[in-house]
C-alpha cells in the first residue's frame, strides 16, 4: 500500500530553520514526481514545492523561493524540504503528496501531515 509519512514539525521562532522529512513506500518511488503542500489554520492548502523524479528539476511558490529548498533521496524513498529563515505565515500543517497510478487507477496520496508554528 502507498504511505507518506511526513517528520520534522516543530514549534520555532522567526527566523529559526527546520527540516522536514517524507518517508515514502509502497510504490517506485524513484518514478514520480514529489510534492509539499501546506494547510495554514483557517485557510486553504497550497502548493508550496515540487521535486521531479530525478530531483532535476525544482519548482517553489514565490512566497518560498530562496528560503525554502526541496531534496529527495530515492535511495532511502525520502524527500525533504529544508526550511530557512521562517515567517509566521509558515505556520501550517504541511503534507508530503504524489499522484500515483496503482491497480490501474490514478491518484492523489496525502501523508498525515506535521505541524510547523512560527511563534515568538
Known amino acids: 500500500q502507498v504511505e507518506l509519512v511526513e517528520s520534522g514539525g516543530a514549534l520555532v521562532q522567526p527566523g529559526g530553520s527546520l527540516r522536514l522529512s517524507c518517508a515514502a513506500s509502497?510504490?517506485?518511488?524513484?518514478?514520480?514526481?514529489m510534492r509539499w503542500t501546506r494547510q495554514p489554520p483557517g485557510k486553504e492548502r497550497e502548493l508550496v514545492a515540487v521535486i521531479s523524479s530525478t530531483g532535476n528539476i525544482k519548482n517553489y511558490v514565490d512566497s518560498v523561493k530562496g528560503r525554502f529548498t526541496i531534496s529527495r533521496d530515492n535511495a532511502k524513498n525520502t524527500m525533504y524540504l529544508q526550511m530557512n529563515s521562517l515567517k509566521p505565515e509558515d505556520t501550517a500543517v504541511y503534507f508530503c503528496n504524489a499522484d500515483v497510478l496503482t491497480s490501474g487507477n490514478l491518484r492523489t496520496y496525502w501523508g498525515q501531515g506535521t505541524q510547523v508554528t512560527v511563534s515568538s
Open positions: 509502497g510504490f517506485p518511488f524513484t518514478s514520480y514526481h
